[in-house]
C-alpha cells in the first residue's frame, strides 16, 4: 500500500538524470508515467533507494516527421499519441495500439518510453513497434545510441538499455505511398492486458507486399515478433490464402502461457484469428480504404 | 526530513514538507484535509482518487506528491463555486448519476476533464472516456446519462465550466 | 503451474550429472544465489535475490534432491519464501545421452502463493523459464576450461 522510502531527484536535463544513474546504478529507477512502476512499489515488489523523475526535463515530448522518419520523444503520453492528427492520419498501427493501453486515465500519464523499457510482455506498444520496425535511442555518459527494436527486448524485463542509459526517442520510418498498418487486441474489459494482440505494419508496391511486421503481444516471455509469419507474405498478394497461412504461422510463432486470460492452446487460436483480421485491415488502409 | 513542496490546490496555493513516497492521493486526503478524493483499490484500477493534474485527469494513487511540486491540481471540492453547485454536480444529482457515491467524485473529474475537451460528446465517447472509472452501483446508465446532461448544461451556460483555478 | 523444457549440453552424461549434484557448482549457477549450505545428504539450505527487471526479492529456501537414479534422473523438492511470496515446487530431471551430447529434460509442478501469485500470476510462466535457462547456461560455462 505504502512505498518503501526512497530518495527523490527531479533533474532538469538528460545529462544530469544519465549522472544519476552512473552515480546510483542499479539502486535508482527512472520515473516517466509511473504507472508500471508505481503500482510494483505500492506492493513493495520494487523498492529502489533512488527514484529520478524525468518528468521536468524539457524536449522529451514530441511527435515528428521528417527526414524519412517518424520521431516521437521518450515522454510523450499514450494520450498525446491516440490524440495526434497526424498519427491518426498516417500511423493507423500507432492509432490503434494507443487507444487500447489501459484506460484513459493511465493514458494520460504513462509514457511510450517508459512502457518500452519497462518491456512487460503484455506491454501493447511493444508488439506495435515490432511491427512497425521502430528503432530507439537511448542515451548515456557516452551519448545517443540507436537499438533496433528487433534487439531491444531481452528477457521479462530485461532490455538493451544499460543500467546508465535513459531511452530518449523513438523512431519509425516514414509512412509512405501503400502503407498500412492495424493494432488488435483482445482482452477481458476494457483496461486489462491483452488475451492475446496483434500489430501489423506493411507496405504494398504493385499489389503485393514489400515489407511486413507482425509484432505480438502477451503470447510470450517477451513482445515477440511473429518473423515466420511477416517474411511469407514478403513478394506475395496478400490474398486470402496468403493471409490464411501467415496467421497460422503466427499462431505457431508465439510461446503464450496457460493463466487467468486462458488457455495457452486459446490464446494461440486468438493469435491467428487476430493476425488474420489485422492483415486484412492493414491491407485494407494500405489500399487506401478505411 | 522532508521536500517542501507547493502545490496550487482549487486555486489555492499549499505548502506542506513531505516524504517522496506520499502520494498524491495521501497528501490531498491527509495533509489538506479534503476527503473528497476517495481511495477505491490498491492495484491503479477502479479511478476513484480521480483528480486532474495540470488540467488532465489521472489517478492520485498513482502519482506521488512530489511530482505535483508547482502544478495544480483540481478536486471535487474545486467544482462548486460560490455555493452553487457546478453543472456537473447538479446533472449528477437530476440523472441519479450515483448510488453509493462512492465512485462519483473520480467520475465527476473524469467528466469535467472529458467535457473540456469533448464538449458535445456521444454516448459512446463519454462511455470510452469514463472507461477507467469503475462503478459497483449504478451500471454506469445514469452516469452517462448525467454526464449527457452536464453537456448540455455547460454549452447552454459556459460561464458556468470553470472551477476554482 | 507446470514449467518444462529442455536443454542441450556438448558434454556427456556422466559430467552433466556430476555438475549438477556438485554444490560448488549450484552454488555459483543458481540464479541469484548468495548461499547454499549443505543441510544433510542431497539436502540444501539457499538464501537468493532475486531481481526480474524492477522486481527484486529475497528468499530463504530448501531444495531435497530424492530419488537419484544416476546419471539418468533425479527428483528435486524445492519449498521456499521471502516477502513477494511462497513456492512449493517438484521438478524432475532426465538426462538424456546422445552422440556425446546431453539432452537435459526438465519438468517441474509448482504451487506458488502470495504476492507475485496474485499479482505476477502472468508472468511465471515466462520467468520461471527464462531462470531455467539461466541455470543451465551457468551448467555449461562450467563445462569450460577455467
Known sequence: MIPASFEYFSPRTVPDAVNLLVRYGQEAKLLAGGHSLVPLMKLRLAAPRYVVDLNRIAGLSYIREGDGALCIGALTRHGEIETSDLIRARYPLLADAARVISDPLVRNMGTIGGSLAHADPAGDWGAAMLAGGAEVVATGPGGPRTISIDRFFEGTFVTALRPDEILTEVRLPQAVKGQGGAYLKLERKVGDFAIAAVGVGLVLD???????????CNVGPTSLRAEKAARSLIGRKPDDAAVARAAETAAAECDPADDLRGPADYKRDVVRVLTARALRLAVQRARGGA | MGNRITVTINGTAREAEVEPRLLLVHFIRE??????????????????????LDGRAVKSCTVFAVQADGRTVLTVEGLARDGELHPIQEAFREQHGLQCGFCTPGMMMTAYALLQRLPNPTEEQIRWGISGNLCRCTGYVNIVAAIKDAAEKLRASPARAGGKG | MKVEGTYTFAASRQKIWALLNDPGVLA???PGVTALTPQGPDTYKATLELAVGPVKGAYDGKVSITDKTPPERMILQVEGGGKPGTIRATGELHLDEQDGRTVVRYSGDAQITG????????????????????????????????
Open chain 1, 206 to 216: 504493385g499489389g503485393t507486399c514489400a515489407r511486413v511486421g507482425i509484432g505480438l
Open chain 2, 31 to 52: 495533509v489538506l484535509g479534503m476527503t473528497g478524493t476517495h481511495i477505491g483499490c490498491d492495484t491503479t484500477n477502479c479511478g476513484a482518487c480521480t483528480v486532474l
Open chain 3, 28 to 30: 555459483r549457477v543458481t
Open chain 3, 115 to 146: 504476492l507475485i501469485a496474485s499479482v505476477g500470476h502472468r508472468l511465471i510462466g515466462g520467468v520461471a523459464r527464462q531462470l531455467a535457462d539461466q541455470f543451465f547456461k551457468g551448467v555449461e560455462k562450467e563445462l569450460r576450461p577455467r
